[in-house]
C-alpha cells in the first residue's frame, strides 16, 4: 500500500525509464552509463535483423568512457530470442 507522499513501483519505473531517455537523448553517455551496475552488459540488435541475438554491445565493467567499449558482440551462444 502507498501513501499519497510515496510513489508506487510504476511511477518510480517511468520515471527512471524517462530519465534514461533524458540522458540519452542529450548524448550524457557518461551519465546514462552510472545508471549501469559493474557487471551489466547492454546488447544493441542490428535494425536489419530485430529478432537476430547478435549486434553491438557494451559492458560497463570494460571502460570508464560510455561507448568506448562497443565491439561488434557476432552470435550470442546459449540465448534464445523469442522478441
Known amino acids: ?5 510515496q510513489p508506487t513501483l510504476r511511477q518510480m519505473v517511468e520515471d527512471f525509464l524517462f530519465r534514461e531517455a533524458e540522458l540519452l537523448d542529450d548524448w550524457r553517455l557518461d551519465d546514462w552509463a552510472a545508471l549501469f551496475t559493474e557487471d551489466a552488459r547492454y546488447i544493441v540488435p542490428p535494425p536489419t535483423c530485430p529478432k537476430e541475438t547478435h549486434g553491438a554491445t557494451w559492458s560497463s565493467s570494460t571502460t570508464s568512457s560510455a561507448f568506448a567499449g562497443m565491439t561488434d ?7 534464445n530470442s523469442t522478441a
Open 73 to 79: 558482440a557476432g552470435p550470442s551462444k546459449g540465448t
Open 1 to 5: 500500500m502507498t501513501t499519497a507522499n
